[in-house]
């Protein structure tokens, strides 16, 4: 009895490279192969052009808001790098980066938060459910998906991020006990930031750490230092391939930080000190995987220039499909209620077509 509650300890945060860009020797995780360091760092760069591209959107007011992941873009790197084409991300609405890296279209992904569209792709094509903004509730359908395909004998394993404020939900404990009666491959990845808005996780939570929660439903933690992709890329690649073994879900928690406002609506000044956030920019998940990477000789000047080219024409991509005007269609209120209209829409539907028929007619 002894033996299994200890594997169910989530034990110190795995570190692989320091703040410092320097190699940390860790005998039970093992450094990533170079070319998957090179492609998260390739990843980080276009991720870090997208959080800044879109937080100077929301200033020119082509969108409505944006919850920023800058700071924190490892946690999504590693998600999307370590999943397989027939897995499944499910994401918050924090975690546009991770969606654009498993091959959303980024102007489909940032239209939910423009406000044309509930969600502006289709989830099956790479799948990857559409972005969630209540806490939680996306936990409990990962879980659904995750055991359908269990059912259906598919290999799948489905990735379900959250934030350390959806613990505090009731979803998140019933995601995790559905998933563990079932033995359902389900990744749950709690992003850290140490805020649920301007909640410190001081005051949400006195659990040794957010990994601890997945004790009590049997559910085996791990720890991970959320700014370093490399250990990011060893837990949840170890993670996924345990619940691919039929081994059943497994809680990760990355320690990481929200360097930007909860979104543009959020003034993060009134509940945070300036040398706290001072303390975390020296931590910068872009900047310690490229120190290690430029002094392992596995990046230079010129693949460097390279990859911040590639990034910039993404953010180009988002500027120029933002900035494209869309004439909103009235009948898509009632198109995409059921997979049938209904009579009682038909009636809506008719009854709007007559008002705008009116108005038009100067009635």
């Known amino acids: 009895m002894t033996a299994a509650i200890d594997a169910l300890l989530p034990g110190e945060p795995v570190v692989l490279i320091d703040a410092d860009g320097a190699r940390t020797p860790d005998d039970a995780h093992e450094l990533p192969a170079a070319d998957s360091l090179v492609q998260a760092y390739r990843s ?44 499944w991300l499910f994401p918050t609405y924090r975690d546009t980066v991770a969606a654009v890296l498993r091959g959303v279209d980024p102007v489909g992904v940032l239209v939910l938060l423009k406000g044309d569209w509930h969600s502006g ?5 790479h799948k990857v459910a559409p972005q969630a903004t209540p806490l939680a509730t996306q936990l409990l359908h990962a879980v659904g998906v995750a055991h359908a395909a269990q059912l259906r004998g598919e290999p799948a394993v489905v990735m379900a991020l959250c934030g350390d404020g959806a613990t505090s ?27 649920a808005i301007s909640v410190p996780l001081a005051r949400q939570s006195v659990a040794p750490s957010l990994a601890h929660k997945g004790i ?7 720890r991970v230092d959320g700014n370093d992709v490399a250990a990011l890329l060893s837990v949840l690649g170890a993670a996924v391939q345990r619940a691919r073994d039929g081994e059943g879900p497994q809680l990760v928690e990355a320690h990481t930080y929200r360097m930007q406002a909860h979104t543009n609506a959020d003034d993060a000044t009134r509940y945070r000190a300036d040398d706290e956030v001072a303390a975390w920019e020296r931590r910068d998940p872009v900047r310690r995987i490229e120190t290690y990477l430029r002094g392992a000789g596995l990046l230079d000047d010129a693949t460097a220039a390279a990859f911040a080219a590639e990034a910039e024409q993404v953010a180009a991509q988002v500027r120029d499909g933002l900035n494209t005007d869309v004439t909103p269609r009235p009948d898509d209120l009632f198109d995409h209620v059921y997979a049938r209209r209904t009579p009682q829409l038909d009636e809506q539907a008719a009854l709007l077509a007559d008002e705008l028929a009116a108005e038009q007619a100067g009635e």
């Not at 009666?181 to 709690?190: D, K, L, R, Y």
């Open 44 to 87: 980080l760069v276009t991720a870090r052009r997208i959080n800044d591209q879109a937080y100077a959107l929301v200033r020119q007011g082509r969108l409505a808001v944006y919850p920023s992941s800058h700071g924190q873009e490892a946690c999504q790197v590693a998600a999307a790098q370590v999943l397989g084409e027939d897995d």
């Open 121 to 125: 792709y289709d989830p099956y094509e």
């Open 169 to 195: 939900e009731g979803d998140f404990h019933e995601a995790l006990n559905f998933a563990a009666v079932f033995g359902a491959p389900v990744v749950f990845f709690v992003q850290n930031n140490q805020y």
């Open 216 to 222: 009590g439903y049997g559910i085996p933690g791990r």
